[in-house]
């Protein structure tokens, strides 16, 4: 990349070889938590049995992504907090009260594991639930989950698989675009069947159709050379990539995801009446995000 990337990625003192032995080392030990930390991607039909939709579970997301914009949280803890619960109501059915409470201590929980500066506050958060849970339940629902989950607190997010090839790509823009789809997959419950780095890799694929040259029906040379790379750490364009990448294609517009580094534009009181079987919503974060990772092989708890 020129030197225009350097907001993507900070300058590295290592060699080629160097760089691309840890990254690849790092990427081994993400693809080797996705068996641990896979939720199911059907548990709506198979596991929840009291009353619980898919739609109820994009309205969490909604509200994830409020609480996340009102107290500057980061991407990452919202995409952590969605793998709590989507892992928990893997193994759990919950009715709506519950599945409320069992929302308010993922967002907490993920808090404390990643927040950079201020980490959500229990008696905040519980005053913006119409459920009037106290701080007692919020702490209850907290250990409910961390046994059914057995402490597995530390999933592989895409976006640490999106940072694995940031150098990858030809301008900043278009990371910030892959960024962008990755914040809105989310949403769409069909893209859970695919593990992040499968997502990862197919938002950045999408995230090349905003160049011109790049608008055929195939791969286009850029892609080529990009995935190529890709290969080279790890992470393969397979059968699986492809089905991911038509899904984003179906469900989101590439000409209107916002790669700013504003705040998302998008009235987030209007969202219940957004969510529909096709989700076109606009960026949620700041498009540079604070990232305070544990390493890839560290395992903490609440």
């Given at each position: 990349?020129?030197?225009?990337?350097?907001?993507?990625?900070?300058?590295?003192?290592?060699?080629?070889?160097?760089?691309?032995?840890?990254?690849?080392?790092?990427?081994?030990?993400?693809?080797?938590?996705?068996?641990?930390?896979?939720?199911?991607?059907?548990?709506?039909?198979?596991?929840?049995?009291?009353?619980?939709?898919?739609?109820?579970?994009?309205?969490?997301?909604?509200?994830?992504?409020?609480l996340a914009r009102k107290y500057d949280q980061s991407r990452d803890v919202v995409s952590h907090a969605?793998?709590?619960?989507?892992r928990y109501l893997s193994l759990v059915s919950c009715s709506p009260k519950d599945l409320k409470l069992?929302?308010?201590?993922?967002?907490?929980?993920?808090?404390?594991?990643?927040?950079?500066?201020?980490?959500?506050?229990?008696?905040?958060?519980?005053?913006?639930?119409?459920?009037?849970?106290?701080?007692?339940?919020?702490?209850?629902?907290?250990?409910?989950?961390?046994?059914?989950?057995?402490?597995?607190?530390?999933?592989?997010?895409?976006?640490?698989?999106?940072?694995?090839?940031?150098?990858?790509?030809?301008?900043?823009?278009?990371?910030?675009?892959?960024?962008?789809?990755?914040?809105?997959?989310?949403?769409?419950?069909?893209?859970?069947?695919?593990?992040?780095?499968?997502?990862?890799?197919?938002a950045s694929v999408y995230a090349f159709y905003l160049r011109e040259c790049c608008r055929s029906t195939?791969?286009?040379?850029?892609?080529?050379?990009?995935?190529?790379?890709?290969?080279?750490?790890?992470?393969?364009?397979?059968?699986?990539?492809?089905?991911?990448?038509?899904?984003?294609?179906?469900?989101?517009?590439?000409?209107?995801?916002?790669?700013?580094?504003?705040?998302?534009?998008?009235?987030?009181?209007?969202?219940?009446?957004?969510?529909?079987?096709?989700?076109?919503?606009?960026?949620?974060?700041?498009?540079?995000?604070?990232?305070?990772?544990?390493?890839?092989?560290?395992?903490?708890?609440?």
């Open positions: 990349m020129d030197g225009s990337s350097s907001a993507c990625s900070p300058p590295c003192l290592l060699t080629g070889c160097e760089c691309v032995h840890i990254v690849k080392s790092d990427i081994k030990l993400l693809l080797a938590k996705d068996a641990i930390y896979f939720p199911k991607w059907d548990y709506v039909d198979t596991v929840q049995k009291d009353g619980m939709t898919w739609k109820m579970r994009a309205t969490v997301v909604w509200w994830f992504v409020r969605i793998n709590l619960l989507d069992a929302s308010t201590a993922c967002i907490i929980m993920s808090s404390k594991l990643l927040a950079d500066q201020t980490t959500l506050k229990m008696a905040e958060i519980c005053q913006h639930c119409d459920e009037n849970f106290k701080t007692s339940d919020v702490q209850c629902m907290e250990l409910k989950i961390l046994e059914a989950l057995n402490y597995y607190l530390q999933p592989a997010l895409p976006y640490d698989f999106l940072q694995a090839v940031v150098s990858f790509f030809p301008t900043p823009e278009l990371y910030l675009r892959a960024e962008g789809l990755l914040d809105k997959s989310h949403c769409v419950h069909l893209l859970l069947k695919y593990p992040p780095a499968t997502k990862a890799l197919a195939g791969l286009c040379s850029c892609i080529r050379s990009f995935l190529a790379q890709a290969s080279a750490i790890g992470l393969v364009f397979e059968k699986s990539t492809q089905e991911c990448l038509s899904l984003m294609k179906r469900f989101f517009n590439h000409s209107q995801i916002n790669t700013s580094n504003s705040s998302c534009c998008l009235d987030l009181a209007q969202a219940p009446t957004c969510l529909s079987t096709r989700y076109i919503v606009s960026e949620w974060f700041p498009s540079v995000s604070s990232r305070k990772r544990p390493r890839p092989d560290e395992t903490q708890s609440v």
